[in-house]
């Protein structure tokens, strides 16, 4: 049962992103998608991800719908930070710093 309750919950929270995956894709606008926000959520991701996934190595305890859930979030995060950097209408708050560290 308990399995059962961890594959719903990783499935809800692997999910949630995909509405804005796919307004983001059908409207190609990323202008009112906070550039900190997806660059936390992405570094949010990995390092829980790796906590668990050597945490359960050494344990030798898996927990594979979490291993679901980080991976499937990555992959929608990859795309939302793409699409920012990719349509974007104005520079983005690292393009700005790059541009400044050119000059």
């Known amino acids: ?3 059962v309750v961890g594959w719903i919950g990783s499935l809800l929270f692997a999910i949630c992103a995909l509405p ?3 307004h983001t894709f059908k409207t190609r606008k990323t202008d009112d998608v906070s550039e900190i926000f997806l660059w936390l959520w992405f570094w949010g991701e990995v390092f829980t991800f790796t906590y668990i ?3 359960d190595i050494d344990s030798k305890n898996y ?3 979490l291993y679901f859930n980080y991976l499937f979030n990555l992959v929608l995060l990859f795309y939302l930070i793409y699409a920012k ?3 974007n209408s104005k520079p983005t ?3 700005l710093l790059f541009q400044k560290i050119r000059k």
């Open 1 to 3: 049962m308990n399995e």
């Open 20 to 22: 804005q995956v796919i």
């Open 53 to 55: 996934l050597v945490d």
């Open 63 to 65: 927990h594979i719908p």
């Open 85 to 87: 950097y990719t349509y």
């Open 93 to 95: 708050g690292l393009a």
